[in-house]
Protein backbone atom coordinates (compact mmCIF):
# COMPACT_ATOMS: atom_id res chain seq x y z
CA UNK A 1 0.00 0.00 0.00
CA UNK A 2 0.81 3.66 -0.49
CA UNK A 3 0.90 5.38 3.25
CA UNK A 4 -2.61 4.21 4.67
CA UNK A 5 -4.17 4.34 1.15
CA UNK A 6 -5.19 0.42 -0.26
CA UNK A 7 -4.81 0.35 -3.75
CA UNK A 8 -7.75 -0.78 -5.77
CA UNK A 9 -8.46 -2.53 -9.06
CA UNK A 10 -12.30 -1.78 -10.24
CA UNK A 11 -14.24 -4.07 -12.52
CA UNK A 12 -17.14 -3.00 -13.85
CA UNK A 13 -16.46 0.76 -13.15
CA UNK A 14 -19.57 1.89 -15.50
CA UNK A 15 -21.95 -0.13 -14.27
CA UNK A 16 -24.46 0.13 -11.09
CA UNK A 17 -22.02 -1.36 -8.28
CA UNK A 18 -19.16 -0.21 -10.32
CA UNK A 19 -20.48 3.89 -10.13
CA UNK A 20 -21.28 3.44 -6.19
CA UNK A 21 -17.71 2.29 -5.33
CA UNK A 22 -16.31 5.19 -7.09
CA UNK A 23 -18.34 7.44 -5.18
CA UNK A 24 -17.37 5.77 -1.73
CA UNK A 25 -13.66 6.11 -3.08
CA UNK A 26 -14.71 10.13 -3.60
CA UNK A 27 -16.00 10.03 -0.10
CA UNK A 28 -13.30 8.21 1.61
CA UNK A 29 -9.91 9.64 -0.76
CA UNK A 30 -7.59 9.34 2.02
CA UNK A 31 -8.13 5.18 2.73
CA UNK A 32 -8.21 4.43 -1.29
CA UNK A 33 -6.50 4.81 -4.18
CA UNK A 34 -7.66 3.41 -8.07
CA UNK A 35 -5.12 1.51 -9.46
CA UNK A 36 -7.06 0.03 -12.29
CA UNK A 37 -10.93 0.89 -13.92
CA UNK A 38 -12.26 -2.06 -16.55
CA UNK A 39 -15.83 -1.82 -18.04
CA UNK A 40 -17.32 -3.74 -21.01
CA UNK A 41 -16.94 -0.42 -23.29
CA UNK A 42 -21.03 0.65 -23.82
CA UNK A 43 -20.23 3.50 -22.14
CA UNK A 44 -16.57 4.82 -23.40
CA UNK A 45 -17.30 8.47 -22.32
CA UNK A 46 -18.21 7.79 -18.63
CA UNK A 47 -15.26 5.31 -18.53
CA UNK A 48 -12.91 8.11 -19.71
CA UNK A 49 -13.97 10.64 -17.32
CA UNK A 50 -13.70 7.96 -14.76
CA UNK A 51 -10.50 7.12 -15.43
CA UNK A 52 -9.03 10.60 -15.75
CA UNK A 53 -10.59 11.49 -12.49
CA UNK A 54 -9.48 8.96 -10.26
CA UNK A 55 -6.14 8.97 -11.85
CA UNK A 56 -6.15 5.14 -13.06
CA UNK A 57 -3.24 3.89 -13.91
CA UNK A 58 -4.84 1.09 -16.58
CA UNK A 59 -7.88 1.09 -17.97
CA UNK A 60 -9.22 -1.96 -19.64
CA UNK A 61 -11.69 -2.33 -22.07
CA UNK A 62 -13.65 -5.47 -23.23
CA UNK A 63 -14.66 -4.20 -26.46
CA UNK A 64 -11.20 -3.66 -28.60
CA UNK A 65 -13.50 -1.52 -31.55
CA UNK A 66 -13.41 0.91 -28.74
CA UNK A 67 -10.26 0.89 -27.84
CA UNK A 68 -9.25 4.32 -30.03
CA UNK A 69 -12.79 6.24 -29.16
CA UNK A 70 -11.19 5.75 -25.18
CA UNK A 71 -7.76 7.02 -26.44
CA UNK A 72 -9.27 10.34 -27.80
CA UNK A 73 -11.65 10.33 -24.84
CA UNK A 74 -9.11 10.74 -22.42
CA UNK A 75 -6.66 12.84 -24.20
CA UNK A 76 -8.98 15.47 -24.55
CA UNK A 77 -9.94 15.22 -20.68
CA UNK A 78 -6.49 14.74 -19.33
CA UNK A 79 -4.17 17.12 -18.33
CA UNK A 80 -0.98 15.14 -18.45
CA UNK A 81 -0.12 11.46 -19.61
CA UNK A 82 -3.58 9.06 -19.93
CA UNK A 83 -3.24 5.90 -18.74
CA UNK A 84 -2.31 2.71 -20.43
CA UNK A 85 -4.95 1.06 -21.93
CA UNK A 86 -5.52 -3.03 -22.24
CA UNK A 87 -8.38 -4.19 -24.52
CA UNK A 88 -10.39 -7.17 -25.25
CA UNK A 89 -12.17 -9.99 -24.22
CA UNK A 90 -9.13 -10.63 -21.42
CA UNK A 91 -8.76 -7.19 -20.22
CA UNK A 92 -10.52 -7.84 -17.18
CA UNK A 93 -7.94 -10.82 -16.03
CA UNK A 94 -5.39 -8.41 -17.29
CA UNK A 95 -6.31 -5.83 -14.87
CA UNK A 96 -7.46 -7.88 -12.15
CA UNK A 97 -3.70 -9.65 -12.07
CA UNK A 98 -2.00 -6.34 -11.92
CA UNK A 99 -3.16 -6.46 -7.92
CA UNK A 100 -0.76 -7.25 -4.80
CA UNK A 101 -1.57 -8.82 -1.54
CA UNK A 102 -2.08 -5.64 -0.40
CA UNK A 103 -4.88 -4.39 -2.59
CA UNK A 104 -8.70 -5.30 -3.15
CA UNK A 105 -10.04 -6.67 -6.36
CA UNK A 106 -14.20 -5.69 -6.20
CA UNK A 107 -15.04 -7.20 -9.54
CA UNK A 108 -18.52 -5.36 -9.87
CA UNK A 109 -19.25 -7.22 -13.72
CA UNK A 110 -22.43 -9.10 -14.67
CA UNK A 111 -22.89 -12.11 -16.02
CA UNK A 112 -20.62 -14.92 -16.16
CA UNK A 113 -17.88 -13.27 -18.10
CA UNK A 114 -16.83 -12.32 -14.81
CA UNK A 115 -15.64 -15.54 -13.73
CA UNK A 116 -11.93 -15.49 -15.15
CA UNK A 117 -11.31 -12.11 -13.71
CA UNK A 118 -12.29 -13.42 -10.40
CA UNK A 119 -9.99 -16.48 -10.69
CA UNK A 120 -6.92 -14.10 -11.99
CA UNK A 121 -7.40 -11.94 -9.36
CA UNK A 122 -7.83 -14.34 -6.53
CA UNK A 123 -4.47 -16.05 -7.79
CA UNK A 124 -2.41 -12.43 -6.96
CA UNK A 125 -3.31 -13.43 -3.29
CA UNK A 126 -5.30 -9.97 -3.23
CA UNK A 127 -8.74 -9.19 -1.59
CA UNK A 128 -11.52 -9.86 -3.25
CA UNK A 129 -14.97 -7.98 -2.69
CA UNK A 130 -16.88 -10.11 -4.91
CA UNK A 131 -20.19 -8.52 -5.98
CA UNK A 132 -20.28 -10.74 -9.40
CA UNK A 133 -22.26 -13.90 -7.72
CA UNK A 134 -22.11 -15.53 -11.47
CA UNK A 135 -18.35 -16.59 -10.31
CA UNK A 136 -19.52 -18.85 -7.72
CA UNK A 137 -22.65 -19.75 -9.17
CA UNK A 138 -20.83 -21.00 -12.53
CA UNK A 139 -17.51 -22.10 -11.02
CA UNK A 140 -18.11 -22.03 -7.25
CA UNK A 141 -15.38 -25.29 -7.45
CA UNK A 142 -12.96 -23.71 -8.94
CA UNK A 143 -13.15 -20.30 -6.65
CA UNK A 144 -12.83 -22.59 -4.12
CA UNK A 145 -9.77 -23.96 -6.01
CA UNK A 146 -8.10 -20.86 -6.88
CA UNK A 147 -8.04 -18.72 -3.62
CA UNK A 148 -4.81 -18.87 -2.08
CA UNK A 149 -5.36 -18.14 2.06
CA UNK A 150 -8.48 -18.16 4.11
CA UNK A 151 -10.58 -15.09 3.97
CA UNK A 152 -9.16 -14.10 0.97
CA UNK A 153 -13.15 -13.32 -0.11
CA UNK A 154 -15.30 -10.52 0.79
CA UNK A 155 -18.81 -10.58 -0.58
CA UNK A 156 -20.25 -7.84 -1.58
CA UNK A 157 -23.93 -8.76 -2.02
CA UNK A 158 -26.08 -7.12 0.73
CA UNK A 159 -27.55 -10.27 1.33
CA UNK A 160 -23.98 -12.09 1.85
CA UNK A 161 -22.33 -9.15 2.88
CA UNK A 162 -24.99 -9.14 6.25
CA UNK A 163 -24.50 -12.65 6.70
CA UNK A 164 -20.73 -12.41 6.65
CA UNK A 165 -21.15 -9.79 9.31
CA UNK A 166 -23.20 -12.07 11.27
CA UNK A 167 -21.10 -15.08 11.30
CA UNK A 168 -18.95 -12.74 13.38
CA UNK A 169 -21.30 -13.33 16.17
CA UNK A 170 -20.03 -17.06 16.79
CA UNK A 171 -18.15 -20.23 15.24
CA UNK A 172 -17.72 -20.82 11.72
CA UNK A 173 -14.75 -22.04 10.44
CA UNK A 174 -15.74 -23.13 6.91
CA UNK A 175 -16.34 -21.35 3.64
CA UNK A 176 -14.27 -18.34 1.77
CA UNK A 177 -14.71 -15.98 3.72
CA UNK A 178 -13.24 -17.17 7.26
CA UNK A 179 -9.84 -15.96 8.09
CA UNK A 180 -9.56 -19.30 10.03
CA UNK A 181 -11.02 -22.85 8.20
CA UNK A 182 -10.96 -25.99 10.47
CA UNK A 183 -14.38 -27.40 9.36
CA UNK A 184 -16.57 -26.42 12.60
CA UNK A 185 -19.45 -24.58 12.99
CA UNK A 186 -22.28 -23.37 15.09
CA UNK A 187 -24.38 -22.41 12.48
CA UNK A 188 -27.75 -24.01 12.66
CA UNK A 189 -28.84 -22.74 9.12
CA UNK A 190 -29.15 -19.06 6.76
CA UNK A 191 -31.81 -16.95 6.68
CA UNK A 192 -31.56 -15.26 3.11
CA UNK A 193 -33.67 -11.75 3.10
CA UNK A 194 -35.78 -11.06 -0.49
CA UNK A 195 -38.06 -7.98 -0.78
CA UNK A 196 -40.02 -10.31 -3.14
CA UNK A 197 -40.06 -7.92 -6.16
CA UNK A 198 -42.22 -6.18 -7.64
CA UNK A 199 -44.51 -9.03 -8.83
CA UNK A 200 -44.78 -9.90 -4.34
CA UNK A 201 -48.27 -11.32 -3.49
CA UNK A 202 -48.97 -12.06 -7.31
CA UNK A 203 -50.50 -15.08 -8.73
CA UNK A 204 -48.30 -17.07 -11.53
CA UNK A 205 -52.05 -15.93 -13.73
CA UNK A 206 -51.78 -12.44 -13.40
CA UNK A 207 -47.71 -12.73 -14.60
CA UNK A 208 -48.82 -13.71 -17.67
CA UNK A 209 -48.97 -10.38 -19.68
CA UNK A 210 -45.95 -8.81 -17.69
CA UNK A 211 -43.96 -6.07 -19.62
CA UNK A 212 -40.50 -5.12 -19.19
CA UNK A 213 -41.36 -1.99 -17.78
CA UNK A 214 -43.41 -3.66 -15.04
CA UNK A 215 -40.46 -6.20 -14.24
CA UNK A 216 -38.05 -3.00 -13.98
CA UNK A 217 -39.77 -1.40 -11.85
CA UNK A 218 -38.30 -3.00 -8.30
CA UNK A 219 -39.96 -1.30 -5.28
CA UNK A 220 -36.79 -0.64 -3.30
CA UNK A 221 -32.98 -0.95 -5.10
CA UNK A 222 -31.70 0.67 -7.77
CA UNK A 223 -30.32 -1.84 -9.69
CA UNK A 224 -29.01 -2.80 -13.78
CA UNK A 225 -32.08 -4.09 -15.91
CA UNK A 226 -30.62 -7.78 -15.70
CA UNK A 227 -30.42 -7.85 -11.92
CA UNK A 228 -33.53 -6.18 -11.27
CA UNK A 229 -35.54 -8.58 -14.26
CA UNK A 230 -33.77 -11.71 -12.10
CA UNK A 231 -35.14 -9.71 -8.76
CA UNK A 232 -38.23 -9.88 -9.79
CA UNK A 233 -38.79 -13.96 -10.91
CA UNK A 234 -36.41 -14.64 -7.91
CA UNK A 235 -33.87 -15.79 -10.29
CA UNK A 236 -31.47 -13.62 -8.76
CA UNK A 237 -32.61 -14.90 -4.81
CA UNK A 238 -32.27 -18.48 -6.35
CA UNK A 239 -28.05 -17.64 -7.69
CA UNK A 240 -28.11 -15.84 -4.21
CA UNK A 241 -28.39 -19.56 -2.56
CA UNK A 242 -26.52 -21.03 -5.31
CA UNK A 243 -23.32 -18.00 -4.21
CA UNK A 244 -24.23 -18.63 -0.09
CA UNK A 245 -23.52 -22.30 -0.17
CA UNK A 246 -20.15 -22.21 -1.45
CA UNK A 247 -19.32 -18.90 0.16
CA UNK A 248 -20.07 -19.75 3.59
CA UNK A 249 -20.06 -23.93 3.11
CA UNK A 250 -23.56 -24.45 4.51
CA UNK A 251 -25.82 -27.42 2.90
CA UNK A 252 -28.56 -25.97 -0.10
CA UNK A 253 -30.85 -26.63 2.69
CA UNK A 254 -29.61 -24.98 5.56
CA UNK A 255 -30.48 -21.92 3.61
CA UNK A 256 -33.72 -20.23 3.60
CA UNK A 257 -34.96 -17.44 1.98
CA UNK A 258 -37.56 -15.12 3.08
CA UNK A 259 -39.47 -12.52 2.08
CA UNK A 260 -38.95 -9.36 3.60
CA UNK A 261 -40.36 -6.38 1.95
CA UNK A 262 -38.57 -3.60 3.74
CA UNK A 263 -35.14 -4.80 2.20
CA UNK A 264 -33.59 -3.97 5.68
CA UNK A 265 -32.93 -6.45 7.05
CA UNK A 266 -30.54 -7.81 4.59
CA UNK A 267 -30.14 -11.72 5.70
CA UNK A 268 -29.71 -13.15 9.47
CA UNK A 269 -28.06 -16.36 10.95
CA UNK A 270 -29.64 -18.73 13.08
CA UNK A 271 -27.40 -20.71 15.36
CA UNK A 272 -27.21 -23.55 17.18
CA UNK A 273 -28.67 -21.98 20.56
CA UNK A 274 -31.52 -20.71 19.09
CA UNK A 275 -30.29 -17.33 18.55
CA UNK A 276 -30.72 -15.54 15.47
CA UNK A 277 -28.16 -12.38 14.32
CA UNK A 278 -29.48 -10.12 11.58
CA UNK A 279 -27.75 -7.28 9.85
CA UNK A 280 -29.71 -4.43 9.37
CA UNK A 281 -29.39 -1.14 7.43
CA UNK A 282 -31.63 1.16 4.72
CA UNK A 283 -31.15 -0.57 1.16
CA UNK A 284 -27.91 1.28 -0.24
CA UNK A 285 -25.33 -0.99 -1.71
CA UNK A 286 -22.73 1.46 -1.24
CA UNK A 287 -22.73 -0.28 2.46
CA UNK A 288 -21.59 -3.71 1.28
CA UNK A 289 -19.38 -2.07 -1.18
CA UNK A 290 -17.49 0.07 1.12
CA UNK A 291 -17.34 -2.94 3.81
CA UNK A 292 -16.20 -4.79 0.55
CA UNK A 293 -13.58 -2.37 -0.18
CA UNK A 294 -12.35 -1.54 3.28
CA UNK A 295 -12.80 -5.05 5.37
CA UNK A 296 -12.69 -6.18 7.94
CA UNK A 297 -12.45 -2.36 8.82
CA UNK A 298 -15.48 -0.08 9.12
CA UNK A 299 -15.37 3.11 7.12
CA UNK A 300 -17.32 6.26 9.03
CA UNK A 301 -20.55 8.09 7.38
CA UNK A 302 -20.59 5.57 4.64
CA UNK A 303 -24.63 5.96 4.83
CA UNK A 304 -27.07 7.19 7.21
CA UNK A 305 -28.52 4.76 9.55
CA UNK A 306 -31.82 3.34 10.03
CA UNK A 307 -34.33 6.25 12.10
CA UNK A 308 -34.74 4.42 15.75
CA UNK A 309 -36.26 6.73 16.90
CA UNK A 310 -39.18 6.02 14.48
CA UNK A 311 -42.20 4.35 13.85
CA UNK A 312 -41.29 1.27 11.60
CA UNK A 313 -42.59 -2.34 10.94
CA UNK A 314 -40.79 -4.87 9.51
CA UNK A 315 -42.29 -8.22 7.87
CA UNK A 316 -41.37 -11.24 7.32
CA UNK A 317 -43.23 -14.06 4.73
CA UNK A 318 -42.70 -17.54 3.08
CA UNK A 319 -41.81 -17.71 -0.50
CA UNK A 320 -44.65 -18.77 -2.72
CA UNK A 321 -42.75 -22.24 -4.43
CA UNK A 322 -45.78 -22.09 -6.93
CA UNK A 323 -45.49 -18.79 -8.25
CA UNK A 324 -41.55 -18.42 -8.15
CA UNK A 325 -40.54 -21.71 -8.69
CA UNK A 326 -36.77 -20.49 -9.69
CA UNK A 327 -35.62 -21.31 -5.96
CA UNK A 328 -36.78 -25.24 -6.20
CA UNK A 329 -34.40 -25.07 -9.37
CA UNK A 330 -31.20 -24.16 -7.91
CA UNK A 331 -31.87 -26.76 -5.09
CA UNK A 332 -31.70 -29.00 -7.61
CA UNK A 333 -28.92 -27.93 -9.95
CA UNK A 334 -27.08 -28.12 -6.71
CA UNK A 335 -27.97 -32.01 -6.19
CA UNK A 336 -27.30 -32.51 -9.49
CA UNK A 337 -23.65 -31.51 -10.48
CA UNK A 338 -21.38 -28.95 -10.18
CA UNK A 339 -21.81 -27.90 -14.14
CA UNK A 340 -25.46 -27.48 -13.35
CA UNK A 341 -25.15 -24.29 -12.00
CA UNK A 342 -23.36 -23.52 -14.65
CA UNK A 343 -26.56 -24.13 -17.34
CA UNK A 344 -28.75 -22.52 -15.11
CA UNK A 345 -27.35 -18.93 -14.90
CA UNK A 346 -26.43 -19.32 -18.71
CA UNK A 347 -29.98 -20.33 -19.63
CA UNK A 348 -31.70 -17.96 -17.39
CA UNK A 349 -29.17 -14.93 -19.14
CA UNK A 350 -30.04 -15.57 -22.44
CA UNK A 351 -33.87 -15.70 -21.38
CA UNK A 352 -34.07 -12.56 -19.58
CA UNK A 353 -32.29 -10.74 -22.76
CA UNK A 354 -34.93 -12.19 -24.60
CA UNK A 355 -37.34 -11.00 -22.38
CA UNK A 356 -35.74 -7.54 -22.29
CA UNK A 357 -36.04 -7.21 -26.10
CA UNK A 358 -39.46 -8.74 -25.65
CA UNK A 359 -39.08 -11.80 -27.75
CA UNK A 360 -40.23 -13.89 -24.70
CA UNK A 361 -42.94 -14.02 -22.55
CA UNK A 362 -41.87 -13.65 -18.74
CA UNK A 363 -43.58 -16.99 -17.29
CA UNK A 364 -41.19 -18.32 -19.78
CA UNK A 365 -38.47 -17.07 -18.34
CA UNK A 366 -37.81 -19.31 -15.08
CA UNK A 367 -39.82 -22.42 -17.69
CA UNK A 368 -37.29 -22.49 -20.21
CA UNK A 369 -34.23 -22.07 -17.82
CA UNK A 370 -35.94 -25.55 -16.66
CA UNK A 371 -36.55 -27.22 -19.68
CA UNK A 372 -32.30 -26.41 -20.44
CA UNK A 373 -31.90 -27.82 -16.90
CA UNK A 374 -33.67 -30.82 -17.34
CA UNK A 375 -31.74 -31.84 -20.89
CA UNK A 376 -28.20 -31.55 -19.37
CA UNK A 377 -26.25 -34.30 -18.54
CA UNK A 378 -23.28 -33.80 -16.89
CA UNK A 379 -20.58 -36.06 -17.70
CA UNK A 380 -17.16 -33.97 -16.92
CA UNK A 381 -15.75 -33.00 -13.67
CA UNK A 382 -15.60 -29.07 -13.49
CA UNK A 383 -12.86 -27.44 -15.12
CA UNK A 384 -12.63 -23.78 -16.92
CA UNK A 385 -13.01 -25.58 -20.12
CA UNK A 386 -15.78 -27.87 -19.08
CA UNK A 387 -17.31 -24.52 -17.22
CA UNK A 388 -16.88 -22.46 -20.45
CA UNK A 389 -18.81 -25.83 -23.08
CA UNK A 390 -21.64 -26.06 -20.46
CA UNK A 391 -21.98 -22.23 -20.60
CA UNK A 392 -22.31 -22.47 -24.03
CA UNK A 393 -24.38 -25.80 -24.68
CA UNK A 394 -26.92 -23.62 -22.38
CA UNK A 395 -26.81 -20.22 -24.21
CA UNK A 396 -27.32 -22.53 -27.22
CA UNK A 397 -29.83 -24.88 -26.24
CA UNK A 398 -31.93 -21.66 -24.10
CA UNK A 399 -31.93 -20.15 -27.55
CA UNK A 400 -33.55 -22.82 -29.57
CA UNK A 401 -36.05 -23.48 -27.42
CA UNK A 402 -37.34 -19.75 -27.45
CA UNK A 403 -36.93 -20.17 -31.02
CA UNK A 404 -34.61 -17.11 -31.24
Known amino acids: MEGSQRGVVLLGSTGSIGTQALDVVAR ?47 TSLASGP ?24 LNGITGSIGLAPTLAALRTGATLALANKESLVVGGPLVTQAAVRPGQIVPVDSEHSAIAQALSSGRHRKGLTSPLVD ?28 TAEAALAHPTWAMGPVVTVNSSTLMNKALELIEAAYLFDVAPDDILPVIHPQSIVHSMVEFQDGSTIAQASPP ?26 EPAAWTFEPLDHQ ?6 LARAALAESPLHPAVFNAANEECVEAFLHGSLAYLDIVDTVADVLQAFDAVEEPSYESVLDADRWARARARETMGV
Open 284 to 309: DMRLPIALGLSWPRRLGSVVAANAWD
Open 323 to 328: TFPAIG
Open 183 to 210: GTSEVRRIILTASGGPFRGKTRAELAHV
Open 82 to 105: VPEIVSGASAMSSIASMASRDDVV
Open 28 to 74: HSEDFRILALGAGGANVEALARQAVQYGAQVVGIADPAAEDELARAM
